[in-house]
């Protein structure tokens, strides 16, 4: 756990597999120690966002779970691409990756908009003749404008706290060092391993 604003390294701890309880530990821990957390950006693990409900959170990762901006855009250049074809898809992709430049209001008022220029295309159904059920035509670009509309409650959270990021970038930057440093020292035994991220960690 990291602090945005210092950026000083707060806590760690090694574990098998990611637990609420461990990630509650560092928060205690944090909190123990005199610093006041005036709000959290996580990893979206299962239950995180119940777990911190007493605090602002701002979450990232992969769907179906809550995200930071970075992570919104991912996932719908996942669903449409880098070039989208249709002008719908365009659209959504361009103003996606636009959320960092806009505001929850702009950003809202934007996507409002291309809803209701799009609503049709949306809902557009097709039939299988075999089966006689219906699906959604367009399945892809209403999974990315669904995936939206799920996290927008998350995606602007830190306008409310001052000097919290949109993102975990620092957080990330830190571990991709880290594993480009461990990659340099291929062999190490376990125990090596970790005095080898103990001592990286306190730099």
Not at 61 to 82: A, G, K, M, N, S
Not at 89 to 116: A, D, G, P, R
Not at 150 to 176: A, C, D, H, I, Q
Request: aromatic letters at 12%; proline letters at 3%.
């Amino acid at each position: 756990m990291k602090d945005a604003l210092s950026r000083k390294k707060l806590w760690r701890k090694y574990v098998q597999n990611e637990r609420l309880i461990d990630y509650q530990e560092g928060i205690d821990f944090i909190q123990s120690n005199n610093y006041q957390v005036r709000g959290i950006v996580c990893d979206g693990f299962k239950g995180l966002t119940k777990q911190f409900s007493g605090f602002k959170v701002q979450m990232r990762c992969t769907e179906p779970v809550e995200v930071c901006q970075r992570h919104q855009i991912d996932i719908v250049r996942r669903y449409l691409t880098r070039y989208p074809k249709l002008p719908a898809w365009k659209e959504l992709y361009f103003l996606t990756k636009n959320i960092t430049k806009l505001s929850e209001k702009e950003f809202v008022m934007q996507l409002v908009e291309w809803q209701e220029k799009w609503l049709g295309f949306l809902n557009e159904r097709t039939k299988n003749e075999l089966t006689g059920k219906t699906h959604f035509k367009h399945k892809k670009p209403r999974s990315a404008w669904l995936s939206i509309k799920r996290n927008l409650p998350y995606l602007f959270v830190f306008e409310t706290v001052k000097g919290m990021p949109n993102t975990n970038n620092s957080l990330e930057g830190t571990f991709t060092d880290l594993k480009n440093r461990l990659r340099n020292h291929n062999g190490m035994s376990k125990e090596n391993r970790k005095r080898f991220i103990d001592g990286f960690l306190k730099a």
